[in-house]
């Protein structure tokens, strides 16, 4: 059974950091495009940031507009394990942060066909 289960959430104040681990199991993911989403209540579910290897040790990876250059996303695949390193936090962060693997589409695109459970993230003003 695929599992993807993420951990790291919490609550931090704004300026801040904290690093969200998303740990793989059932299969092999390796060559496989991960990403992060996040959900804030009442809004929809929005692209953070996704990662994709393109060689043995290089990686390509995009991130939203709104956390590019604060946020940085990294794999170790010897773990099966995804981060999503979040600094200088803002409020606006405030979300669910769900993990992704195997999209269908784009990689900004929520057609992934793998999600984990979620973790709350919350930024305190």
């Known amino acids: 059974q695929v599992q993807l289960v993420e951990s790291g959430g919490g609550l931090v104040q704004a300026g801040g950091s904290l690093r969200l681990s998303c740990a793989t199991s059932g299969r092999t993911f390796n060559n496989t495009v991960m990403g992060w989403f996040r959900q804030a209540p009442g809004k929809e579910r929005e692209f953070v940031a996704a990662i994709s290897r393109t060689g043995p040790n290089t990686y390509y990876a995009e991130f939203a507009d709104s956390v590019e250059d604060r946020f940085h996303i990294f794999r170790d695949l010897a773990k099966n394990t995804m981060y999503l390193q979040m600094n200088s936090l803002k409020p606006e962060d405030t979300a669910v942060y769900y993990c992704?693997?195997?999209?269908?589409?784009?990689?900004?695109?929520?057609?992934?066909?793998?999600w984990g459970q979620g973790t709350q993230v919350t930024v305190s003003s």
């Open positions: 992704a693997a195997d999209p269908s589409g784009t990689m900004r695109h929520p057609g992934y066909k793998y």
